[in-house]
Nanobody, 121 residues
Framework: QVQLVESGGGLVQPGGSLRLSCAASGSIFRINAMGWYRQAPGKQRELVATISPGGITNYAASLKGRFTISRDNAKNTMSLQMNNLQPEDTAVYYC???????????????WGQGTQVTVSS
């Protein structure tokens, strides 16, 4: 079994910062791309950022410059540093990863359970 567990969400005032973390655990052979997505109330889930095993990053255009994605391949973890947060950043943030298991080399898409980020004064 493979699990992705997010942490670090919470309530922050406008202009503040938060750091989200995602840890992958279980029967893991390799992790390909990892990413963060978010879903605000009444809206579709949207891309925040992705990162390749080699560290190549991709950001939603509107978030570039405020958010920074990173990963530690040795620890199977990923982080998202979010700065200058605004009320429109309020959403549930989800960790996503393409993971292959020892018994099956095919990459499968996994999701975490999500962590709430609320930006409000």
């Amino acid at each position: 079994q493979v699990q992705l567990v997010e942490s670090g969400g919470g309530l922050v005032q406008p202009g503040g910062s938060l750091r989200l973390s995602c840890a992958a655990s279980g029967s893991i052979f390799r992790i390909n791309a990892m990413g963060w997505y978010r879903q605000a109330p009444g809206k579709q889930r949207e891309l925040v950022a992705t990162i390749s095993p080699g560290g190549i990053t991709n950001y939603a255009a509107s978030l570039k410059g405020r958010f920074t994605i990173s990963r530690d391949n040795a620890k199977n973890t990923m982080s998202l540093q979010m700065n200058n947060l605004q009320p429109e950043d309020t959403a549930v943030y989800y960790c996503n990863a393409e993971i292959s298991r020892p018994a099956n080399p095919r990459f499968v898409n996994y999701w975490g359970q999500g962590t709430q980020v609320t930006v409000s004064s």
